[in-house]
């Protein structure tokens, strides 16, 4: 995520955009033949799928035997009628641990396009329609070469027309830029275990867990969320800024009733505030109050109350371009008011916990339970 400073309505322009939708019955490739979609991937059924790396055929393989076990132990063929599983945030945290083990996974990266095939595998085998979202490349700062880029999208139950948002941005920050040390902002290594794969790890095990219901549900994972090799405004948000323009098009003629962005969701010391502009933004607030009150009947105290800071991430976009309610749960005080690890070489798996993965995990579960 980027900085705490917030950003103007001026900056974030409304801009049309357009939906994501009807995966399943075959028509994303036309409809979004405008909008840039690289194209919907389809059932990935066969492990020795042409072209699939070692890796992927790994972690499609394991999302297949869970599935597989979880009917099993129901004595029946997973459904969306079926009873969700509870969320395990140990398996959340490995999770993070196999994209942290990836490296930096900076846009344009052999780091992101590996992540990318991880991501496809894992979601396809679970039943999501997969898709990518192409994404209007932007010149390296350093290389002057054009740099792909792509959201990765996650549809479930496509027929509905009201659906829910939950997104995340699955991009690293190119360089430790808030490190203690000055050799290492310049050289170090930003692997991004909580700035970048906790809300991805989060949604990795919340589509073995999605409670049945009659809104529809998509997982986004935003690219190039920060682009950027210095502060200048345009590096940032690149990815949510083109979904939110495209949604505005309204061509696929469904709406997201409410959405939530997870940002920073695996710290050890665990402490969620309420994001400024959610908690006051009139169509966000309902939602704000929704999520901190299941969180207090599930016993979370780590959702706490009360505005805590005032953030500029992927919901600013979303909301002021693409008119989408979305609130950010997010813990900018990581691991304490410091924020010591924030964009620093200690932003890694050590400094994360299941314990934390799981309570947020229970809480949006929960939620999307109470909303669906």
């Known amino acids: 995520m980027s900085s705490p400073r917030s950003a103007t309505a001026a900056s974030l ?3 049309s955009a357009r939906r994501v939708g009807l995966v399943r019955r075959g028509l994303l490739g036309a409809a979004w033949a405008a909008g840039g979609a690289i194209g ?8 020795a799928g042409e072209g699939r ?5 790994e972690v499609l393989s394991q999302a297949l035997e869970t599935r597989s076990a979880a009917a099993s132990s129901r004595g029946e063929a997973a459904s969306p009628e079926a009873t969700p599983a509870e969320f395990d945030g140990q398996r959340a945290y490995e999770h993070l641990q196999q994209l942290c083990a990836l490296g930096p996974r900076i846009s344009g990266s052999p780091g992101m396009a590996r992540q990318q095939e991880l991501l496809r595998a894992h979601f396809a085998a679970l039943g999501g329609a997969v898709t990518m979202q192409a994404v209007p490349g932007r010149r390296h700062p350093q290389t002057g070469r054009m740099t792909p880029m792509a959201n990765l999208v996650v549809v479930w139950d496509a027929e509905a027309q009201e659906r829910i948002l939950l997104c995340a941005h699955y991009d690293t920050r190119p360089l430790p830029d808030q490190d203690p040390d000055p050799v290492q902002r310049r050289t170090g290594v930003f692997v991004g275990a909580n ?9 990795m095990e919340l589509g073995r867990s999605l409670p049945a219901g009659r809104l529809g549900v998509d997982f986004v994972l935003f ?3 920060e682009f950027v090799w210095d502060d200048r405004p345009e590096g940032y948000f690149i990815g949510s800024t083109h979904f939110a323009r ?8 469904q709406r997201y009733v409410a959405g939530v962005l997870l940002d920073m969701v695996g710290d050890r010391r665990l402490s969620i505030y309420q ?15 929704e999520i901190w009150g299941i969180a207090e009947q599930l016993g979370v105290k780590e959702f706490i109350p009360q505005v805590g800071y005032m953030v500029r991430d992927d919901h ?3 909301r002021q371009i693409g008119r989408i309610p979305v609130c950010d749960v997010i813990d900018f005080h990581y691991p304490d008011r410091t924020n010591r690890h924030w964009h620093a070489t200690t932003d890694v798996p050590a400094n994360c916990a299941p314990e934390s993965l799981e309570k947020v995990g229970r809480v949006m579960q929960q939620w999307l339970k109470s909303r669906r």
């Open 246 to 253: 495209e949604y505005r098009r309204g061509a696929m003629g």
């Open 275 to 289: 994001e400024g502009h959610s908690a006051t933004w009139t169509d966000t607030r309902p939602i704000v109050e």
């Open 223 to 225: 690219d190039a969320e």
């Open 316 to 318: 600013l976009p979303l």
């Open 195 to 203: 700035d970048g794969a906790s809300g991805v790890a989060v949604l």
């Open 13 to 15: 322009e409304p801009r």
């Open 40 to 47: 919907a991937i389809g059932a990935m059924a066969s492990p």
């Open 53 to 57: 790396s070692a890796r992927a055929q």
